[in-house]
């Protein structure tokens, strides 16, 4: 803790002395401190001024300097155009050229087409069509998220030559302890890694050191297969290939790493039922338009389950006591619901359930719902006999119990597999909307039993 708070302090004694330099023009003592920065800090430093002191940044680095920086800034994706307006034009084209390419991608897609096709404009033809090659691809598949910038040799070259070609090509290379092989049609043959390259006598064939055995994606590959292949595999990178083979790119694990933290944030915010993920540092109107869709289905959704209970409304009438625990009821129902939810959800984003294991999943948590429901159910009779000294009305809240966690076991494990199946995502089925379904199973389980036996009561 005590190197924590030292480290802490002299970050923010960084800060207060770079802020010192750019607000006294001292441009070679700036350069030489924030350029001593760690790429990440500078991006912390960079988004924690403001912008007459970005200002400032812009004329004291060069686009090359600055697109480091915005490679290592975490933004949301309407964040960045605010920093592009502030610069200059060619300065914010010159950087986006020095980015790598797929990372200029991620930038650009958010941004208006005219904005784009002036960007493009100006960039150097060979960074523009690079960028332009990657810009066609359908985002969240694996030709959005791969990058140009690799090393490929040709299959009969010698270990000797392919040390020329990774010399030359490692300045602009994303990674270089893998090594592509590639045939005379550029066709992905094999891949050789750094060690192994370096290991091998200078006159041998690439292709006699290759592996053979790559594991690539197809380019239209869904980005969520490809981040659970990387990390199934414990790959630093992945090559992409088209219908015939071609090398076209590939996809590195802190790419990877990037999608893994935007599809759990996309999961978890539909789980809890919002459109769009919203950070704290939103405007109270941005979050509630954001929420305010999902809040009013659920409203009529909370409607119809009020509805309902004026259905049973002579049956409240004649036994009050019974309204006492419908929140019980309906709230065992709910959680036992969400529960089997997270797991069905979770099995499915990780891959984990299989076509041949959905309904292995079902039986187990038919079974779970079995067991849980006669535990509960049971505790249930002997608390309610405890208060009210009424065995009959202990056992009607038992068996509902019972019968409400068993039915919402089952529907939250079945509904996000039903989804699946139609090719939508699992996600959409959360938690408040099978809390809500389960309320209204609950409520014509509870008091349909009630009316049964209501002669008794």
């Given amino acids: 803790m005590i190197e924590e708070n030292k480290t802490n302090e002299e970050h923010n004694l960084d800060s207060e002395q770079l802020l010192g330099f750019l607000n006294n023009h001292q441009f070679d003592e700036f350069r030489e401190e924030f350029l001593a920065l760690h790429p990440y800090d500078q991006a912390q430093f960079f988004e924690k001024v403001g912008p007459e002191s970005r200002e400032i940044i812009y004329q004291y680095l060069s686009p090359k300097e600055m697109a480091e920086i915005f490679q290592s800034i975490e933004l949301d994706d309407d964040e960045y155009a605010p920093f592009l307006k502030e610069m200059e034009t060619i300065y914010a084209a010159d950087m986006l050229s020095e980015m790598y390419a797929d990372d200029a991608v991620d930038v650009l897609n958010e941004l208006g087409k005219d904005q784009v096709a002036s960007y493009l404009t100006i960039m150097d033809n060979e960074s523009a069509q690079e960028i332009k090659d990657l810009l066609h691809y359908e985002e969240y598949t694996a030709g959005s998220i791969m990058t140009t910038e690799y090393v490929a040799i040709p299959e009969n070259s010698t ?12 300045p602009e290379a994303e990674i270089i302890y893998y090594l592509f092989v590639v045939n005379d049609d550029h066709q992905l043959t094999g891949v050789v890694s750094l060690r192994d390259l370096i290991i091998a006598d200078e006159d041998s064939l690439i292709r006699s050191i290759r592996n053979e055995r790559v594991v690539s994606v197809s380019v239209s590959e869904d980005q969520e297969e490809v981040a659970r292949m ?5 790959f630093l990178a ?3 290939v ?3 083979n071609h090398l076209l790119g590939i996809i590195t694990v802190d790419d990877i790493l990037d999608v893994l933290e935007e599809e759990a944030n996309d999961d978890y915010s539909k789980l809890a039922a919002v459109s769009e993920m919203d950070t704290f540092d939103k405007g109270p109107l941005i979050a509630a338009k954001k929420r305010l869709p ?5 409203l009529f959704l909370g409607m119809f389950t009020a509805s309902l209970m004026g259905i049973f409304e002579e049956t409240l009438d004649k036994v009050a006591i019974l309204a006492v625990f ?8 709910g959680n036992s619901g969400t529960q089997a939810l997270a797991v069905a959800v979770r099995g499915i984003a990780t891959g984990d359930i299989a076509e041949q294991s959905k309904m292995k999943l079902l039986m187990r948590e038919a079974g779970t719902g079995l ?3 006669i535990v509960c159910a049971v505790f249930s009779v002997g608390i309610v006999f405890f208060i009210q000294h009424d065995l009959l009305l202990g056992l009607l809240v038992g068996t509902a119990i019972f019968g409400s966690i068993f039915v919402a076991t089952l529907s939250g494990s079945f509904i996000p597999l039903l989804i699946h199946r139609m090719n939508i995502d699992p996600a959409v089925a959360s938690g408040p909307f099978i809390t809500t379904l389960n309320d209204i199973i609950s409520i014509l389980i509870y008091l349909g039993l009630a009316s049964m036996f209501l002669t008794q009561l």
Wanted: net charge negative; charged share 20%.
């Fill in 371 to 373: 067991i849980t429901g």
């Fill in 159 to 170: 270990v000797r030559s392919a040390m020329t070609i990774l010399r030359n090509a490692a």
């Fill in 242 to 244: 088209d219908f015939e």
């Fill in 230 to 234: 990387i990390k199934d595999y414990d």
């Fill in 238 to 240: 992945v090559p992409v």
């Fill in 326 to 333: 419908i929140p019980l009821i309906a709230g065992m129902a």
């Fill in 294 to 298: 999902w809040l009013i289905i659920l």
